[in-house]
């Protein structure tokens, strides 16, 4: 039977309208799944922790640079065990993990077997753990070279440590209360009490407590003489939503938001009503801080420059509630998701992408959908971002680009073919999985494709993506099903311009690739493809799909 597709593509200068996810590696062959929690870019690769038997936590530590052959396991944990705090510094990565011999302790690698080891045991006590990481948020902060951690080497009880990736260049900082611990590992740490750390303009601000003045903010260059308080004011104690911008570090405290240049004079409380809510959804321009606030009532999205007068509401009513773990337990706090984007501010509303330029005039609502978006990242002129939709106890996701205009906000990727329209984004353990981006690519684990299961898979953005035309043109292919040839026809392109043609398979592994110049139709042999269905690119975007029988 022979029939035609037709499909209307809306081809602008700049967007990748419609793309087919590429399987990186099957790691778990066949219908397997793996389980991740946390990833890292660092050096243009992505690091992120694994469970690739389902034996409990994501002990595994695996790399990728986006092919098949460099997507490897650089180390396997102690089992149960989870690889956690991953902070790139130079051309390595840091993370904490528990070898089953030494407990859990600071680790490096630089992207190969051979280069991943421990840097030091900190607490050489048998199977006795330096750090503390069941609560862990902010746990390893590097500046200007350093690694700066909490670690209990047996004999100080838990203070702040630093590294520069050596055993010899690992060493405690300052003995900041001799008496017990100068760094409350719970509060540090604890999800309750987030962001209680963070680099700031080549800094590295802490909430220490010298048993004396009480838990407060505290700063380091890592060494002893340049480790201080900044300030003994009472309003400042237990100092948590660390948001650093290029000059200032904004934060809560008993005083309520609070602002410091690193000097005790410096520091000051700019809104007692406007406290923020999480430390780690925030974006910033220069020194301008966005941020979400709460006054016991409405969740606003809120703006400061660093001064009283500055400090302000764009965004009345995020979210309504009488109760903050409402707001949790909604989980809309990670859906937030602020980016910036050609100097505006870009952020989410569960359902309601939203763009401002730091007025309440100037705030608008740009695409509303009726599913949760969800971790914006910006590449390039666009920002892209997921969508999670319910599809009964679980769900599937599709992905979306933006130049911050409404007719500028589009689908660019659909549900797998063989998912029965179900795109996971939701690991083994029910957790929402990460979403990178490592140059123009974008990392994510999903069941794409329902015969692979759960895997890492990559979507690539093109830098720039050549228009045809600005208008509604249609592509038509024909036969389909067929047996020997596929033909395409598309618009006419420009003089001496070239159509680039791509055909994938349904796992994303690339059949077929040649430029055609000067000529609107195209005929490919497919005789030689196995059964089944395949993908079309032109150019990079998506132009339909046919059945080889």
């Known amino acids: ?70 997507t490897f396991m650089l180390h396997e944990f102690k089992i149960g065990s989870t690889v956690k705090g991953m902070e790139p510094m130079g051309s390595k990565m840091y993370f904490v ?252 509303t569960d359902t309601v992408l939203w763009v401002s330029d730091g007025t309440k005039a100037g705030t608008k609502s740009i695409f509303t959908i009726g599913s949760h978006i969800e971790q914006l990242q910006s590449i390039n002129s666009h920002v892209y971002f997921k969508v999670a939709v319910k599809n009964g106890t679980s769900f599937h996701a599709e992905i979306y680009s933006s130049d911050g205009t409404d007719t500028g906000t589009k689908q660019i990727v659909y549900p797998g073919e063989n998912h029965s329209g179900t795109y996971l984004f939701i690991n083994s353990n029910n957790q929402r999985s990460n979403f990178a981006a490592v140059n123009n690519t974008l990392y994510f684990f999903n069941g794409y494709d329902s015969s692979v299961g759960i895997e890492l898979y990559k979507l690539d953005i093109p830098a720039d993506v050549h228009a045809i035309t600005k208008e509604e043109k249609v592509i038509k292919i024909w036969p389909n099903p067929v047996t020997n040839s596929v033909q395409i026809k598309a618009p006419y392109p420009p003089k001496g311009e070239t159509y680039d043609v791509t055909i994938t398979s349904t796992v994303g592994q690339v059949v077929f690739h040649q430029q055609y110049k000067n000529t609107e139709k195209m005929q490919i042999d497919v005789h030689s493809f196995a059964a089944g269905i395949y993908f079309i690119q032109l150019n990079g975007m998506y132009a339909g799909k046919f059945v080889k029988e």
């Open 97 to 348: 993990a528990d070898d089953s011999l030494h407990g859990r302790e600071v680790w490096v690698t630089d992207g190969t077997i051979s280069g991943t080891s421990m840097v030091k045991d900190v607490n050489s006590a048998p199977l006795t753990s330096s750090l503390n990481y069941n609560y862990l948020s902010r746990y390893l902060t590097a500046v200007n070279g350093k690694i700066f951690f909490p670690a209990n080497d047996g004999v100080h009880n838990m203070e702040i440590w630093v590294t520069d990736g050596t055993g010899i260049g690992t060493y405690l900082v300052k003995d900041i209360n001799p008496d017990t611990c100068g760094i409350d590992t719970y509060y540090y740490a604890h999800y309750a009490y987030p962001g209680s750390n963070c680099k700031a303009f080549n800094k590295f601000f802490f909430a220490g407590d010298d048993g004396v003045h009480g838990n407060t903010l505290w700063v380091s260059d890592g060494s002893a003489t340049g480790t201080q308080l900044v300030t003994t004011d009472s309003a400042f104690q237990f100092p948590i939503a660390m948001m650093p911008t290029d000059h200032l570090l904004f934060f809560d405290a008993m005083g309520g938001l609070c602002v410091s240049d690193g000097t005790t004079s410096g520091t000051k409380v700019l809104s007692d009503s406007l406290s923020p809510i999480t430390f780690n959804e925030y974006a910033s321009i220069g020194d301008v801080l966005y941020y979400i606030g709460y006054n016991a009532v409405n969740y606003t999205v809120c703006k400061t420059d660093g001064t009283i007068a500055g400090t302000r509401i764009i965004v009345d009513s995020l979210y309504n509630t009488t109760s903050a773990s409402n707001w949790y337990d909604n989980n809309k706090i990670k859906q937030f998701g602020p980016t910036i984007l050609n100097n505006k501010l870009l952020f989410s």
């Open 1 to 70: 039977m022979k029939s035609a597709i037709t499909i209307l593509l809306l081809l602008m200068t700049h967007v990748c309208l419609a793309q087919i996810p590429q399987l990186v590696k099957d790691i778990n062959p066949g219908k397997g799944s793996v389980s991740n929690s946390e990833s890292c870019v660092a050096n243009g690769k992505f690091f992120f922790n694994l469970n690739s038997h389902a034996t409990g936590g994501n002990n595994e530590l695996w790399v990728s640079d986006g092919t098949d052959a460099g």
